[in-house]
C-alpha cells in the first residue's frame, strides 16, 4: 500500500499555552492522523489530505501549512465565500472540552462534488475518515460521500473508519447512530472508543462493539478504551487484546485517538498484524497525551 488519503476538516486551534494565553494553530482529527502518519510512514509511501477550505488568508496559510508538514495537499478544494472552522481547547485535569466556530465551514461542502471525491480517491490505496467527517455533511452530501468510499473499495482501495464521536454535530441520538452504522458499513476497518459505544449504544462489553461493526461489513474491529485494554478482531487473525503501558502523567488527551489510528495504520501499510499495529498506536497515543495541543512534534525529536 503506498498512500494514505485523510479526509475530514481541519480548523484553527486555539489551544493553552503558558500564563493563561492561547496559541494558534492549525488541526483537526483526520488531519492529526495524517500529520503523525507522516512522520511515522517510509518517504515512499504518500500522505494526503482532503478537505474544502474558503479563498481567504486563513485558508492559504492552512493550506500552506498542511503541504510545510509533508502532507499533500493537492486535493484541496477551494470554495468562494467560506472559510475555516475555529475551535478552542480547554483543559481541565489533562481532559479537553472544546468550543467551536463553524458555521462557514467550507469544509462542510468536501462531497459536493462526486467525480472530484471519485478523482482523490483514485490515487489512494487506503482511505481513512471519521465520525465528524460524516457528521458535518448534509444527509444527502453523507450518502455521495460513502457511495465514492464503495466505489474506491470495489476498486481495491482499504477503508479506514475512527468513529470519532461529536454528538452536538448530529441532528440526535439516532441520526448519529445512522451515520455511524452507515459509515461502518462502507469500511474494511473501524477503530470505535468503548465509552463512546456505551454513550451511543449503549454496549456493556467491548464484545458487542465488535459484533455489530463485523455485521457491519467490517474486516478488523479495534475497540480503544483509555487508558483500558484494547480488544481487537480480524477476520484473518481471529481475537486478541493489549494492555496499553501505564501513562505516568496525562498533560493532554487531545489527539490520543487521532494518533493511535496513524500508528495503527501506519503499522497495518507496512506489513504489521492487528496486534502489532494496535501496540503501535497504543504506544504513540501514550506519548501524545503526555504533551499540550493536537500536534507534538517533540515526541519525534
Not at 24 to 37: I, K, L, S
Not at 117 to 123: Q, R, V
Not at 143 to 149: D, E, G, K, T, V
Not at 200 to 221: K, L, S
Request: aromatic share 8%; with cysteine; proline share 3%.
Amino acid at each position: 500500500m503506498s498512500r494514505l488519503l485523510c479526509v475530514g476538516e481541519i480548523m484553527v486551534e486555539m489551544a493553552p499555552a503558558d500564563g493563561g494565553l492561547f496559541g494558534m494553530g492549525f488541526a483537526g482529527d483526520t488531519f492529526n492522523t495524517a500529520w503523525y502518519a507522516r512522520r511515522l510512514l517510509p518517504d515512499d509511501v504518500g500522505v494526503g489530505y482532503l478537505t474544502a477550505v474558503g479563498t481567504d488568508a486563513v485558508s492559504d496559510s492552512m493550506v500552506d501549512f498542511i503541504a510545510a508538514q509533508g502532507v499533500d495537499a493537492s486535493a484541496v478544494q477551494r470554495v468562494p465565500d467560506r472559510t475555516v472552522g475555529l475551535y478552542m481547547i480547554q483543559l481541565q485535569d489533562g481532559e479537553r472540552s472544546f468550543s467551536y466556530w463553524r458555521g462557514q465551514s467550507a469544509a462542510k461542502t468536501l462531497a459536493d462534488d462526486a467525480a472530484a471525491l471519485d478523482a482523490a480517491f483514485a490515487e489512494a490505496s487506503v482511505i481513512q475518515f471519521s465520525g465528524i467527517t460524516l457528521a458535518i455533511l448534509s444527509d444527502a452530501a453523507r450518502a455521495r460521500f460513502c457511495a465514492a468510499l464503495t466505489r474506491a473499495r470495489a476498486n481495491g482501495a482499504h477503508v479506514a473508519f475512527d468513529t470519532n464521536l461529536r454528538p452536538r454535530l448530529w441532528a440526535g441520538p439516532q441520526a448519529m447512530r445512522d451515520g455511524l452504522l452507515l459509515g461502518a458499513g462502507v469500511a474494511d476497518t473501524v477503530l470505535p472508543s468503548f465509552d463512546e459505544e456505551q454513550m451511543c449504544f449503549g454496549d456493556a462489553t467491548p464484545a458487542e462493539t465488535i459484533a455489530r461493526y463485523r455485521a457491519a461489513g467490517a474486516r478488523t474491529v479495534v475497540v480503544k478504551n483509555g487508558a483500558d485494554r484494547c480488544h481487537i478482531w480480524d477476520a484473518d487473525e481471529g481475537e486478541a487484546t493489549h494492555d496499553p503501558a501505564p501513562v505516568a502523567r496525562v498533560v493532554d488527551s487531545t489527539a490520543a485517538g487521532d494518533s493511535f489510528g496513524a500508528g495503527f495504520l501506519a503499522a497495518r501499510m507496512t506489513g504489521a498484524s492487528a496486534l502489532e499495529a494496535t501496540q503501535q498506536g497504543a504506544a504513540l497515543a501514550g506519548k501524545v497525551v503526555q504533551k499540550r495541543g493536537a500536534l507534538a512534534p517533540e515526541i519525534f525529536e
